[in-house]
T-cell receptor, first 116, second 114 residues
Framework: GAGVSQSPRYKVAKRGQDVALRCDPI?????LFWYQQALGQGPEFLTY????????KSGLPSDRFFAERPEGSVSTLKIQRTQQEDSAVYLC??????????????FGPGTRLTVL | AQKVTQAQTEISVVEKEDVTLDCVYE???????LFWYKQPPSGELVFLIR??????QNEISGRYSWNFQKSTSSFNFTITASQVVDSAVYFC???????????FGSGTQLTVLP
């Protein structure tokens, strides 16, 4: 497919478990973003990659959250020792150019994480 | 800091009615970009429109139109002759010249009734 894909689409975890969420951006897109969307709210920024470099992780809520994009394409968002407040939809977006300015971000369908 | 406010939490209209979604933004940057996204039940955010801070010309694109007014920091979005398929959550978002990430409002749930 030509769009951003994310897997799994749904994840249920017991409190304390580690989870890994995958994002496949549009081929060739330089920029990749992760956002967290709580129920009934707008997405909130977590982190940004330019190719394989993580240039901004100011939105990560705690050190339990870790993201990587080792080869500048696929990205993984890992959450360690999940807590109930981590329950949300995690959205990935990619953009064909270096972030900033007029660049449109293309979003994936998201992964809905539920922590019991 | 940037902020986007969508005061309308939910709106319901009957099919074929026009509907306007309100958006108010805050930023100290002089260069910025405003977006509207649609989020259907499937969850994917779909890009609708984009304007930059230098261009206040309002436009119409099919059934969509927008009213950008810098004087009131508003970027309202209108759907003409609404259809049931327009039912979704609509987000207004801001991208400033100094930032990389979008700042979203809390969204407006639009329900179009047949």
């Amino acid at each position: 497919g030509a769009g951003v894909s994310q897997s799994p689409r749904y994840k249920v975890a017991k409190r304390g478990q580690d989870v890994a969420l995958r994002c496949d951006p549009i081929s060739g897109h330089v920029s990749l973003f992760w956002y967290q969307q709580a129920l009934g709210q707008g997405p909130e920024f977590l982190t940004y990659f330019q190719n394989e470099a993580q240039l901004d992780k100011s939105g990560l809520p705690s050190d339990r959250f870790f993201a990587e994009r080792p080869e500048g394409s696929v990205s993984t968002l890992k959450i360690q020792r999940t807590q109930q407040e981590d329950s949300a939809v995690y959205l990935c977006a990619s953009s064909p150019r270096i972030a900033g300015g007029y660049n449109e971000q293309f979003f994936g369908p998201g992964t809905r994480l539920t922590v019991l | 800091a940037q902020k986007v406010t969508q005061a309308q939490t939910e709106i319901s209209v009957v099919e074929k009615e026009d509907v306007t979604l309100d958006c108010v933004y805050e930023t100290r940057d002089t260069t910025y970009y405003l977006f509207w996204y649609k989020q259907p039940p499937s969850g994917e955010l779909v890009f609708l429109i984009r304007r930059n801070s230098f261009d206040e010309q309002n436009e119409i694109s099919g059934r969509y139109s927008w009213n950008f007014q810098k004087s009131t920091s508003s970027f309202n979005f209108t759907i003409t002759a609404s259809q049931v398929v327009d039912s979704a959550v609509y987000f207004c978002a801001l991208l400033t010249g100094s930032a990389r990430q979008l700042t979203f409002g809390s969204g407006t749930q639009l329900t179009v009734l047949p």
